[in-house]
C-alpha cells in the first residue's frame, strides 16, 4: 500500500492551501495530521510514502516528537519537506522558513514533476513580430547562452505591448520557441496579418475609461519611491489586463471595475489600488519568491478586489479596531466583515488566481477575516503580510499632506518597526531607497 503525499499541520490555513495545492497536482486530496501519533500510526501502515510535508508546531514537545519520527521513517519517504525555522542534519529533508511558503509548493510541483523532453532545436522570432498577437499557444523564450534559455511568456498567456518595449530597452531583438512550431507559427502569422486589416479598434477607447489625471498623481508617486521600472511594467499590464478583461462583463465584478474607474467617489480607493499593487509588486521582486511575475498578478488582483465588499465609499477609512466602535451594528458588521466576504465573493470567480481567496481574508491580519487585530498574526501566508504592509503603507501616503512619499514611508517605517513584520518593513525601506539611488 502507498500513497502520495502525507502531512502534518496545526494551522487551518496551510491545511487548506495544502489540498489546493495537491489536488492540482495529483487530483487527489492529501491525507493531513494535526496529531503526532496519527501521523505515526500512517507511516507505520503504509509501505513508502512518496512526500511527507510539515509544518512545524509552536509547541517543542510536539516539534521534537515530530524530528523524531522523520528520523525513524526516513529511509520510507522519497521527499521530505519542512516549513519552519529549524534545521536538520538528515540528508534529502529540504526545509523552508515560513516566508518561503511559495517555494516550498514549488518543489513539492517539482518532486512530480515529468521527466521534460529533449528539445529538438530553436527558432528565433523577431519582436517586432509580436504586434501581430495576442497570444501564442506555445511558450516563448529568452536566449540567455547558446544552450541555455528561460520561459519569459508562457502558452496563452496576453502578450503585453509594454513587455515587448522593455525587451528592446534591455537590448533583446528575438525570442525563441522549440522549433517544432515553426509550421503552426508562420500559418498563425499569415492569418493574423489578414484579419488585423478588419479589427475595431475604437471599441477598445470606447471600452476603458481610465482617469488619466489619477494615473499620473500615481505615477509621480511611485517615481518618489524609487519602484523599479520592470515592477512597473507588470503592474501596467496586470491593471491593464483586468481593465480589459474584466470591465465589460456584466456581472458584480465587472460592475465593481466599471465604478471604480467612473465614480468620483471611489477616486480615492481606486488611488490606492494602483499604489497598494506598485509597492507590493516591489517587495515582491526583491524576495526570492518562485514565478515573480506570476505572484505580482496575483498581488494586483488581490489588490482589486479585497475591499469590493465595502458598501460606502468611506468604508476604506476604517481600519482599525477602535474606528468601527460607535458605529451601528449594521455598519459595524458590513466593514468587520468585509475581507471574509470578498474573500468568498472571490473564490466564486472564473478567472481568479489561486490562493488569492486566502490572501483577501488575510489582508487585514486575520485568519479568519474578520476584524482588524492589533496583533497580527506572523503565520499570514506571504503574499498577505505582502498586501497588507503594501495597502497600509500606502493608505499613508494618500492621506499624508507632505508629497515627499518617501518621507512618509520612512516614517511609517519607525512608527511600526515593533509591530512583528521588521524584516519586511525594512525591505520596503532598503530597496525603494536604494532604487532611487541607482536611478539617480
Excluded at 178 to 198: A, C, G, P, Q, T
Excluded at 215 to 243: D, M, P, Y
Excluded at 265 to 275: G, K, P
Aim: net charge negative; hydrophobic share 40%; proline share 3%.
Amino acid at each position: 500500500m502507498n500513497t502520495q503525499i502525507l502531512a502534518f499541520t496545526e494551522c487551518p490555513e496551510f491545511h487548506a492551501l495544502l489540498e489546493v495545492e495537491c489536488k492540482e497536482l495529483t487530483g487527489l486530496r492529501p491525507m493531513v495530521h494535526t496529531e503526532v501519533e496519527d501521523l505515526r500510526g500512517m507511516l507505520d501502515l503504509l509501505q513508502t510514502v512518496d512526500v511527507l510535508v510539515i509544518n512545524e508546531p509552536e509547541n517543542k514537545k510536539t516539534l521534537f516528537d515530530l524530528r523524531e519520527l522523520v528520523s525513524t521513517y526516513h529511509s520510507n519517504i522519497k521527499h521530505i519537506f519542512i516549513l519552519g525555522e529549524h534545521s536538520s542534519d538528515l540528508k534529502g529533508v529540504k526545509f523552508f522558513q515560513r516566508i518561503f511558503i511559495s517555494e516550498l509548493f514549488e518543489a513539492v510541483k517539482k518532486s512530480f514533476a515529468p521527466i521534460e523532453k529533449k528539445v529538438s532545436g530553436w527558432t528565433a522570432i523577431p519582436l517586432m513580430a509580436f504586434t501581430h498577437f495576442e497570444r501564442l499557444p506555445f511558450d516563448l523564450f529568452v536566449k540567455l547562452s547558446d544552450d541555455k534559455y528561460i520561459k519569459r511568456i508562457p502558452a496563452y498567456e496576453e502578450i503585453q505591448e509594454s513587455l515587448i518595449h522593455d525587451f528592446k530597452k534591455r537590448g533583446i531583438t528575438d525570442l525563441f520557441c522549440e522549433k517544432e512550431h515553426n509550421r503552426d507559427f508562420s500559418v498563425m502569422l499569415i492569418n493574423n496579418m489578414i484579419n488585423k486589416l478588419d479589427k475595431d479598434y475604437d471599441s477598445i477607447d470606447t471600452r476603458i475609461t481610465a482617469g488619466n489625471d489619477v494615473f499620473i498623481t500615481t505615477r509621480e508617486i511611485i517615481q518618489n519611491l524609487g519602484i523599479a521600472s520592470k515592477v512597473i511594467t507588470v503592474c501596467e499590464a496586470a491593471i491593464e489586463r483586468i481593465t480589459q478583461d474584466i470591465y465589460p462583463e456584466k456581472n458584480k465584478f465587472g460592475a465593481y471595475v466599471r465604478s471604480l474607474k467612473e465614480q468620483s467617489s471611489l477616486e480615492f480607493q481606486y488611488r490606492l489600488i494602483e499604489l497598494t499593487s506598485f509597492i507590493g509588486a516591489q517587495l515582491i521582486e526583491d524576495m526570492n519568491f518562485f514565478n515573480k511575475q506570476d505572484q505580482m498578478k496575483k498581488l494586483v488582483f488581490a489588490s482589486y478586489f479585497c475591499d469590493m465588499t465595502l458598501s460606502n465609499p468611506t468604508h476604506i477609512h476604517y481600519r482599525r479596531p477602535e474606528a468601527t466602535e460607535k458605529l451601528g451594528l449594521e455598519e459595524h458588521n458590513k466593514i468587520n466583515f468585509h475581507a471574509l466576504r470578498a474573500s468568498e465573493l472571490v473564490s466564486t470567480y472564473k478567472d481568479t488566481p489561486k490562493e488569492v481567496g486566502l490572501v483577501i481574508r488575510q489582508h487585514h491580519g486575520s485568519f479568519s477575516g474578520i476584524g482588524f487585530p492589533a496583533q497580527k498574526s506572523s503565520e499570514l501566508l506571504p503574499l498577505s503580510k505582502i498586501l497588507m504592509i503594501s495597502q497600509d503603507l500606502a493608505y499613508a501616503i494618500l492621506t499624508d499632506e507632505r508629497n515627499n512619499a518617501l518621507e512618509v514611508l520612512r516614517d511609517y517605517v519607525r512608527k511600526h518597526h515593533s509591530g512583528g513584520f521588521q524584516e519586511l518593513l525594512e525591505l520596503v525601506e532598503r530597496t525603494m531607497g536604494q532604487n532611487l539611488k541607482e536611478s539617480a
